[in-house]
């Protein structure tokens, strides 16, 4: 964590803004509180925040739809609050591009390690990874733009990336028609955060991912699977300077 690190908590109770206010802000943290969408982009008009912790259960428009529009043009990272905590509802808050998800109750100490664990996970894909003159990386009609790391399909529409999507579609454009095992994947994944959480598989990463690119993991032409291997990035890559 750094001074600069500034949390925006949205949750309509005015008990947890309260809480997460006070407790965040002994962490060090700064914090500003708001309780509902509209507030939320006026904050982030206002300022820039490192991280949002964003409740599903809102009035007006709910946490996944402002999740999703978030995701559409910014890569800040997201951590979803909701009081439906089933693997469905979890799933759901992940695959619109929250980086993670913590059902209510919830005990404030497991919020702040969460919360240190995504910023570490956002800022741990090394820093030679890719060239600081790339604009773009363009492969069978998608185009990714590192700058704000949005990802564009062939009619022009913005598909939303969780963090750990779009580190992992960067490892394939970096490495296209290189066969990378899984653990080879974990290993660039982490960057050199050595104690990331992750509780999918890489084979369920590379499965939401190749639902975001359309690609039918049976008859796959982008992503395909290398028996006894790993996977391997098999459309051609353009990179924009």
Request: glycine share 6%.
């Amino acid at each position: 964590m750094t001074a600069a690190d500034q949390i925006l908590v949205v949750d309509d109770d005015t008990e947890i803004r309260a809480l997460l206010k006070e407790y965040l802000s002994r962490q060090g943290y700064r914090v500003s509180a708001v309780a509902d969408g509209p507030s939320m982009e006026q904050a982030m008009e206002d300022a820039r925040f490192d991280l949002v912790v964003l409740d599903v259960m809102l009035p007006g428009e709910d946490g996944v739809s402002l999740c999703r529009k978030l995701r559409s043009r910014s890569t800040i990272p997201i951590i979803m609050l909701t009081a439906r905590g089933g693997a469905a509802d979890r799933i759901a808050g992940l695959e619109t591009g929250a980086d993670d998800y913590l059902p209510k109750p919830f005990d404030p100490h497991e919020l702040l390690a969460r919360i240190n664990s995504v910023l570490r996970r956002a800022r741990s894909l090394p820093q030679d990874l890719w060239p600081e003159d790339v604009l773009a990386f363009r492969f069978g009609g998608w185009q990714l733009r590192t700058a704000t790391r949005q990802l564009q399909n062939s009619e022009g529409t913005i598909v939303p990336l969780s963090g750990a999507e779009y580190r992992l579609l960067c490892i394939f454009l970096r490495y296209p028609n290189t066969v990378l095992s899984r653990e080879r994947l974990m290993e660039l994944l982490r960057g050199r955060e050595s104690n990331i959480p992750f509780d999918r598989s890489m084979d369920v990463q590379v499965s939401r991912l190749r639902q975001r690119l359309r690609d039918d993991g049976h008859t796959s032409s982008i992503i395909r699977a290398v028996r006894g291997e790993g996977y391997v990035f098999a459309l051609p890559v353009q990179v924009e300077k």
